[in-house]
Protein backbone atom coordinates (compact mmCIF):
# COMPACT_ATOMS: atom_id res chain seq x y z
CA UNK A 1 0.00 0.00 0.00
CA UNK A 2 2.99 2.42 0.70
CA UNK A 3 4.75 1.59 -2.34
CA UNK A 4 0.90 2.32 -4.49
CA UNK A 5 0.67 5.60 -3.38
CA UNK A 6 4.34 6.93 -4.01
CA UNK A 7 4.19 5.62 -6.88
CA UNK A 8 0.94 7.36 -7.60
CA UNK A 9 1.73 11.00 -6.26
CA UNK A 10 5.33 10.54 -8.35
CA UNK A 11 3.09 9.80 -11.62
CA UNK A 12 1.08 12.54 -11.27
CA UNK A 13 3.52 15.03 -11.11
CA UNK A 14 4.87 13.41 -13.95
CA UNK A 15 1.76 13.91 -16.01
CA UNK A 16 3.06 16.94 -17.99
CA UNK A 17 5.35 14.68 -20.31
CA UNK A 18 2.32 13.14 -21.99
CA UNK A 19 -0.85 15.47 -20.96
CA UNK A 20 -3.11 15.95 -23.44
CA UNK A 21 -6.05 19.17 -23.65
CA UNK A 22 -8.95 16.89 -22.42
CA UNK A 23 -12.25 17.21 -22.83
CA UNK A 24 -14.57 13.71 -21.69
CA UNK A 25 -15.10 15.61 -18.65
CA UNK A 26 -13.28 13.01 -16.64
CA UNK A 27 -10.35 13.50 -13.79
CA UNK A 28 -8.26 11.32 -12.06
CA UNK A 29 -6.58 12.90 -9.26
CA UNK A 30 -5.11 12.98 -5.86
CA UNK A 31 -4.66 15.35 -2.87
CA UNK A 32 -2.56 15.52 -0.13
CA UNK A 33 -3.67 17.24 3.08
CA UNK A 34 -0.91 18.04 6.16
CA UNK A 35 -3.83 17.46 8.56
CA UNK A 36 -7.79 16.14 7.41
CA UNK A 37 -10.69 17.76 9.18
CA UNK A 38 -14.05 17.57 9.20
CA UNK A 39 -16.29 20.41 10.80
CA UNK A 40 -13.43 21.52 12.80
CA UNK A 41 -12.08 18.33 14.04
CA UNK A 42 -9.36 16.03 12.87
CA UNK A 43 -10.40 13.09 10.82
CA UNK A 44 -7.37 10.95 11.80
CA UNK A 45 -5.81 10.67 15.45
CA UNK A 46 -2.25 12.23 13.80
CA UNK A 47 -0.71 13.29 10.84
CA UNK A 48 -2.49 13.94 7.52
CA UNK A 49 -4.34 12.38 4.41
CA UNK A 50 -3.89 11.32 1.42
CA UNK A 51 -7.27 11.46 -0.75
CA UNK A 52 -6.97 9.77 -4.54
CA UNK A 53 -10.20 10.33 -6.37
CA UNK A 54 -12.00 10.07 -9.80
CA UNK A 55 -14.89 12.12 -11.28
CA UNK A 56 -16.95 12.58 -14.09
CA UNK A 57 -18.77 16.05 -15.21
CA UNK A 58 -21.36 16.50 -17.20
CA UNK A 59 -21.46 20.38 -17.91
CA UNK A 60 -23.92 20.87 -20.16
CA UNK A 61 -26.10 20.04 -17.84
CA UNK A 62 -24.69 21.23 -14.42
CA UNK A 63 -23.97 17.19 -12.87
CA UNK A 64 -21.05 15.57 -11.33
CA UNK A 65 -20.10 12.33 -9.64
CA UNK A 66 -16.92 11.89 -8.00
CA UNK A 67 -15.31 8.94 -5.98
CA UNK A 68 -12.60 9.62 -3.56
CA UNK A 69 -11.12 7.85 -0.72
CA UNK A 70 -9.43 9.44 2.58
CA UNK A 71 -6.17 7.48 4.02
CA UNK A 72 -4.15 8.65 6.79
CA UNK A 73 -0.43 9.05 5.79
CA UNK A 74 0.24 7.10 9.19
CA UNK A 75 -0.95 3.96 7.63
CA UNK A 76 0.48 4.53 4.25
CA UNK A 77 4.41 5.90 5.73
CA UNK A 78 4.25 3.97 9.06
CA UNK A 79 1.61 1.36 9.09
CA UNK A 80 -0.18 2.83 11.76
CA UNK A 81 -3.05 0.02 12.15
CA UNK A 82 -5.25 2.70 14.27
CA UNK A 83 -5.25 4.44 11.04
CA UNK A 84 -5.98 2.06 8.82
CA UNK A 85 -9.43 1.25 10.58
CA UNK A 86 -10.90 4.44 10.03
CA UNK A 87 -9.61 4.92 6.46
CA UNK A 88 -12.74 6.72 4.27
CA UNK A 89 -14.64 5.92 0.79
CA UNK A 90 -16.81 8.85 -0.12
CA UNK A 91 -19.75 9.26 -3.26
CA UNK A 92 -20.86 12.46 -3.59
CA UNK A 93 -23.70 13.23 -6.68
CA UNK A 94 -23.91 17.02 -7.09
CA UNK A 95 -25.88 19.19 -9.25
CA UNK A 96 -25.49 23.12 -10.10
CA UNK A 97 -27.73 25.54 -12.16
CA UNK A 98 -26.74 29.09 -12.82
CA UNK A 99 -29.74 31.34 -12.73
CA UNK A 100 -27.59 34.58 -13.75
CA UNK A 101 -27.44 36.60 -10.49
CA UNK A 102 -26.38 33.12 -8.73
CA UNK A 103 -25.43 29.70 -9.30
CA UNK A 104 -27.79 26.95 -7.26
CA UNK A 105 -26.36 23.45 -5.95
CA UNK A 106 -27.71 21.06 -4.62
CA UNK A 107 -26.13 17.25 -3.82
CA UNK A 108 -26.15 14.19 -1.59
CA UNK A 109 -23.30 12.16 -0.41
CA UNK A 110 -22.38 9.04 1.18
CA UNK A 111 -19.81 8.47 3.66
CA UNK A 112 -18.44 5.07 5.21
CA UNK A 113 -15.51 4.78 7.77
CA UNK A 114 -14.38 1.31 8.56
CA UNK A 115 -14.64 -1.40 9.60
CA UNK A 116 -12.77 -0.80 12.80
CA UNK A 117 -11.53 -2.15 16.00
CA UNK A 118 -13.27 0.71 18.74
CA UNK A 119 -13.61 3.87 18.93
CA UNK A 120 -16.15 6.29 20.60
CA UNK A 121 -18.98 5.08 21.39
CA UNK A 122 -18.84 2.41 18.17
CA UNK A 123 -17.48 -1.43 18.30
CA UNK A 124 -16.44 -3.58 15.36
CA UNK A 125 -18.60 -1.60 13.05
CA UNK A 126 -18.72 0.08 9.77
CA UNK A 127 -19.63 3.73 10.18
CA UNK A 128 -21.41 5.69 7.77
CA UNK A 129 -23.48 8.44 7.03
CA UNK A 130 -25.28 10.24 4.31
CA UNK A 131 -25.16 14.18 3.76
CA UNK A 132 -27.30 16.24 1.14
CA UNK A 133 -26.92 19.96 0.72
CA UNK A 134 -28.30 22.72 -1.17
CA UNK A 135 -26.19 25.75 -1.37
CA UNK A 136 -26.69 29.74 -2.95
CA UNK A 137 -23.38 31.46 -4.15
CA UNK A 138 -23.38 35.42 -5.89
CA UNK A 139 -20.61 34.56 -8.07
CA UNK A 140 -20.83 38.15 -10.13
CA UNK A 141 -20.48 40.05 -6.81
CA UNK A 142 -16.79 40.74 -6.05
CA UNK A 143 -16.89 38.49 -2.61
CA UNK A 144 -19.27 35.97 -3.68
CA UNK A 145 -20.91 35.14 -0.98
CA UNK A 146 -21.97 31.60 -0.33
CA UNK A 147 -25.00 30.03 1.85
CA UNK A 148 -24.48 26.09 2.36
CA UNK A 149 -27.08 24.30 4.10
CA UNK A 150 -26.54 20.31 4.94
CA UNK A 151 -28.95 17.80 6.70
CA UNK A 152 -27.19 14.46 7.81
CA UNK A 153 -28.33 10.64 8.04
CA UNK A 154 -26.32 8.08 10.11
CA UNK A 155 -27.05 4.77 8.76
CA UNK A 156 -25.10 2.83 11.96
CA UNK A 157 -27.23 0.99 14.34
CA UNK A 158 -27.99 2.33 18.22
CA UNK A 159 -27.90 5.88 17.27
CA UNK A 160 -30.89 7.72 18.62
CA UNK A 161 -31.55 11.16 16.65
CA UNK A 162 -29.61 9.71 13.38
CA UNK A 163 -31.41 12.29 11.10
CA UNK A 164 -31.74 15.35 12.65
CA UNK A 165 -28.25 16.39 12.37
CA UNK A 166 -27.89 19.83 10.54
CA UNK A 167 -24.56 22.21 9.46
CA UNK A 168 -24.91 25.62 8.16
CA UNK A 169 -21.87 27.51 6.27
CA UNK A 170 -21.70 30.87 5.57
CA UNK A 171 -18.65 32.51 3.24
CA UNK A 172 -16.89 34.95 0.98
CA UNK A 173 -14.28 34.39 -1.59
CA UNK A 174 -12.22 36.34 -4.10
CA UNK A 175 -10.78 34.80 -6.80
CA UNK A 176 -7.87 36.69 -8.58
CA UNK A 177 -6.35 35.94 -12.16
CA UNK A 178 -2.64 35.45 -11.92
CA UNK A 179 -2.61 34.41 -15.74
CA UNK A 180 -5.72 33.89 -17.73
CA UNK A 181 -6.90 30.62 -18.40
CA UNK A 182 -3.25 29.27 -16.69
CA UNK A 183 -3.54 30.29 -12.84
CA UNK A 184 -5.50 31.61 -10.17
CA UNK A 185 -5.18 32.26 -6.57
CA UNK A 186 -8.58 32.02 -4.25
CA UNK A 187 -8.86 34.08 -1.07
CA UNK A 188 -11.76 32.49 1.14
CA UNK A 189 -13.20 33.03 4.76
CA UNK A 190 -16.55 30.35 5.40
CA UNK A 191 -17.68 29.83 8.62
CA UNK A 192 -20.00 26.43 9.89
CA UNK A 193 -22.31 26.03 12.56
CA UNK A 194 -22.92 22.34 13.48
CA UNK A 195 -26.08 21.10 15.50
CA UNK A 196 -25.49 17.20 16.42
CA UNK A 197 -28.29 15.48 18.00
CA UNK A 198 -26.28 12.24 17.50
CA UNK A 199 -22.90 13.27 19.36
CA UNK A 200 -24.12 16.02 21.40
CA UNK A 201 -22.72 18.83 20.33
CA UNK A 202 -23.76 22.12 18.98
CA UNK A 203 -21.95 25.62 17.98
CA UNK A 204 -20.01 27.48 15.78
CA UNK A 205 -17.68 24.47 14.85
CA UNK A 206 -15.24 26.03 12.68
CA UNK A 207 -14.09 29.08 10.68
CA UNK A 208 -11.71 28.49 7.95
CA UNK A 209 -9.29 30.92 6.37
CA UNK A 210 -7.90 29.63 3.14
CA UNK A 211 -5.54 30.63 0.16
CA UNK A 212 -5.82 28.46 -2.41
CA UNK A 213 -3.39 28.23 -6.22
CA UNK A 214 -4.50 26.51 -8.75
CA UNK A 215 -2.31 26.50 -11.75
CA UNK A 216 -3.07 24.10 -15.16
CA UNK A 217 -0.50 22.51 -17.59
CA UNK A 218 -2.36 21.01 -20.54
CA UNK A 219 -4.89 18.63 -18.98
CA UNK A 220 -2.85 18.79 -15.92
CA UNK A 221 -4.15 20.77 -12.85
CA UNK A 222 -2.01 21.71 -10.03
CA UNK A 223 -2.94 23.08 -6.66
CA UNK A 224 -1.75 24.00 -3.33
CA UNK A 225 -3.52 25.78 -0.27
CA UNK A 226 -2.93 26.91 3.03
CA UNK A 227 -5.81 26.85 5.50
CA UNK A 228 -6.12 28.55 9.19
CA UNK A 229 -8.91 27.23 10.72
CA UNK A 230 -10.65 29.04 14.34
CA UNK A 231 -12.52 26.58 16.20
CA UNK A 232 -14.25 28.70 18.79
CA UNK A 233 -16.85 26.06 20.40
CA UNK A 234 -15.37 23.75 23.43
CA UNK A 235 -17.47 20.99 21.69
CA UNK A 236 -15.21 20.61 18.65
CA UNK A 237 -11.74 22.03 19.51
CA UNK A 238 -11.62 19.38 22.89
CA UNK A 239 -12.52 16.65 19.67
CA UNK A 240 -9.45 14.36 19.23
CA UNK A 241 -10.87 12.84 15.97
CA UNK A 242 -14.01 12.14 14.18
CA UNK A 243 -15.07 9.60 15.62
CA UNK A 244 -13.16 9.46 19.65
CA UNK A 245 -16.27 12.00 20.68
CA UNK A 246 -15.96 10.73 24.09
CA UNK A 247 -13.19 12.49 24.26
CA UNK A 248 -10.80 10.23 26.16
CA UNK A 249 -7.69 12.00 25.60
CA UNK A 250 -9.43 15.82 25.26
CA UNK A 251 -6.78 18.30 23.57
CA UNK A 252 -8.01 21.81 24.20
CA UNK A 253 -7.09 23.04 20.59
CA UNK A 254 -8.73 26.37 19.32
CA UNK A 255 -6.42 27.11 16.54
CA UNK A 256 -5.94 24.72 13.88
CA UNK A 257 -2.98 24.62 10.46
CA UNK A 258 -3.09 22.70 7.37
CA UNK A 259 -1.71 22.59 3.66
CA UNK A 260 -2.82 20.82 0.86
CA UNK A 261 -0.77 19.85 -2.55
CA UNK A 262 -2.60 18.06 -5.54
CA UNK A 263 -2.36 16.88 -9.17
CA UNK A 264 -4.94 15.81 -11.50
CA UNK A 265 -5.37 14.42 -15.28
CA UNK A 266 -8.41 15.16 -17.18
CA UNK A 267 -9.42 13.52 -20.26
Known amino acids: ???L?????????A???FAADGGMGLTVGVDYLSQSLWRGMPDFPKGGAFSPYVSYEAADIGLSVTLA???SDSYILDKDKTCRDISELDLDVEYSNNLGFATLGAGIGYYKIGPYKKLGKLKKEEYAYSTGFVSL??????LSPMLKYSHDYYHTDGFSNKG???YIQLGISHTFDIAADVAGLTLGAVGGYFNSKVWDMKGISDIDL???LEVKDGAVTYSAGFHYVIVPTKDFYYATGELDYVRLKPVKDRNRFYATFGAAYSF
Open 15 to 17: LPL
Open 210 to 212: SAD
Open 137 to 142: TFEDII
Open 69 to 71: GLI
Open 1 to 3: MKK
Open 164 to 166: KDF
Open 5 to 13: FIFMFISFL
